[in-house]
């Protein structure tokens, strides 16, 4: 009885193989059949010359609406940095240092000048150089460069430090700095008396805008805020005098002054 049904199950398993195989041979032959219609395909549509002339059409128009697109965004940008460039212009384009950087502030603050909002935000928080780095406009418009200039009697007795110049080792004459040659009356130095003894007290006159900063910590002053940016022709009276720092392993000459 054992042995019937064991020959049972391996006619079974025998028959169920043979499907299997036949299954197998079926899906060949439908994979074949389909890969030799695509390869009749791709043979008439070669030797087609109408069919090939659409393709190479197709491709060109496809890049070229890549080449547009690629254009229409350049031109954009371009536009935008125009248009920016141009707020810039027209904002710098007259007026004092200080009415010059309130409109830039107001550019900033509707984020009109994305592109250039951090650079223009890091010289109106807390400029790197001594002295002010906005475009100038010209020195013969109103209100600049002139004593009439509205600054003048706005700033009156206000104080604050403002960087005179670069000197040599030691501290007996001026080298050449972003401030030389930026001041009327400022005295010269002499060998054997500091610079506090030549320029305390004295009152020099500005020749070019100048920052007027806070009061910081010696031999840093570059580093304190901005209080305001004086005019040319701005006259100011030394009340202290800071030579601690260096700039290029060079005393830099800092001054308390107050706005006469």
């Known amino acids: 009885m054992t042995l019937d049904v064991d020959r049972e199950r391996l006619r079974i398993e025998e028959a169920r193989f043979a499907l299997e195989e036949r299954r197998t041979q079926v899906?060949?032959?439908?994979r074949e059949t389909e890969l030799d219609?695509?390869?009749?395909?791709?043979?008439?549509f070669v030797s087609n010359p109408v069919a090939v002339t659409l393709s190479g059409a197709i491709v060109a128009l496809a890049g070229n609406a890549l080449v547009v697109s690629i254009s229409h965004k350049n031109a954009l940008e371009l536009e935008r940095r125009k248009s920016q460039s141009e707020?810039?212009?027209?904002?710098?384009?007259?007026?004092?240092?200080?009415?010059?950087?309130?409109?830039?502030?107001?550019?900033?603050?509707?984020?009109?000048i994305p592109d250039y909002h951090d650079?223009?935000?890091?010289?109106?928080?807390?400029?790197?150089?001594?002295?002010p780095v906005f475009p100038q406009a010209s020195p013969t418009q109103e209100g600049i460069g002139t004593k009439s200039s509205t600054d003048t009697g706005r700033f009156t007795g206000t104080a604050g430090w403002m960087y005179l110049g670069k000197t040599d080792k030691n501290k007996t004459t001026w080298v050449e700095s972003s401030a030389f040659g930026q001041f009327d009356r400022l005295p010269d130095?002499?060998?054997?008396?500091?610079?506090s003894e030549l320029l305390?007290?004295?009152?020099?006159?500005?020749?070019?805008?100048?920052?007027?900063?806070?009061?910081?910590?010696?031999?840093?002053?570059?580093?304190?805020?901005?209080?305001?940016?004086?005019?040319?022709?701005s006259s100011v009276k030394i009340r202290a005098i800071d030579d601690t720092g260096e700039d290029g392993g060079l005393p830099v000459v800092w001054a308390e002054v107050e706005v006469q």
């Open 37 to 44: 219609k695509k390869k009749t395909w791709f043979k008439e």
């Open 87 to 112: 707020l810039i212009r027209s904002a710098t384009a007259s007026g004092s240092m200080n009415e010059i950087a309130g409109r830039m502030r107001t550019l900033l603050d509707f984020k009109l």
């Open 200 to 233: 305390k007290g004295k009152t020099i006159v500005t020749k070019g805008y100048k920052y007027l900063r806070g009061a910081g910590e010696p031999g840093r002053r570059v580093q304190s805020p901005v209080k305001v940016v004086l005019n040319p022709a």
């Open 189 to 195: 130095l002499q060998v054997g008396k500091a610079p």
């Open 119 to 131: 650079a223009i935000k890091a010289v109106l928080n807390n400029p790197a150089n001594p002295d």
């Open 27 to 30: 899906e060949l032959r439908e």
